[in-house]
């Protein structure tokens, strides 16, 4: 499958963006899917993840109550809302998904992806 992400920019802090992540090539319904991101001169961190049916979700503490993973399987897209961006979440966004056998499991660890797509940078200005 083939993850393509869009809606990074730039915006004040305080605003919002919401980052699509479009697959193709397959049936999006059987993935997992998760978002992470990389600031300049960091490492990779998790976001936030959903399960294949929907059903669970994770987020992590910097973003909890300010950010929302939804999908839309009809679309074969999965979405990240940020509200309330902080100078902080300045970062490059990538989406991943993962085949899931089981409906309501989640995955927060990057080396548990295998699709991931090309990233959307945020910028935050102060």
């Known amino acids: 499958v083939q993850l393509q992400a869009s809606g990074g920019g730039l915006v004040q802090a305080g605003g919002s963006l919401r980052l699509s992540c479009a697959a193709s090539?397959?049936?999006?319904?059987?993935?997992?899917t998760g978002w992470f991101r990389q600031a300049p001169g960091e490492g990779r961190e998790f976001v936030a993840a959903?399960?294949?049916?929907?059903?669970?979700?994770a987020y992590a503490d910097s973003v909890k109550g300010r950010f929302t993973i939804s999908r839309d399987n009809a679309k074969n897209t999965v979405y990240l809302q940020m509200n309330s961006l902080e100078p902080e979440d300045t970062a490059v966004y990538y989406c991943?998904?993962?085949?899931?056998?089981?409906?309501?499991?989640?995955?927060?660890?990057?080396?548990?992806?295998?699709?991931w797509g090309q990233g959307t940078l945020v910028t935050v200005s102060s």
């Open positions: 959903m399960s294949r049916n929907g059903g669970s979700t």
């Open positions: 991943a998904a993962r085949n899931s056998f089981y409906g309501q499991s989640y995955y927060y660890r990057d080396d548990e992806y295998v699709y």
């Open positions: 090539g397959r049936t999006f319904s059987g993935y997992a």
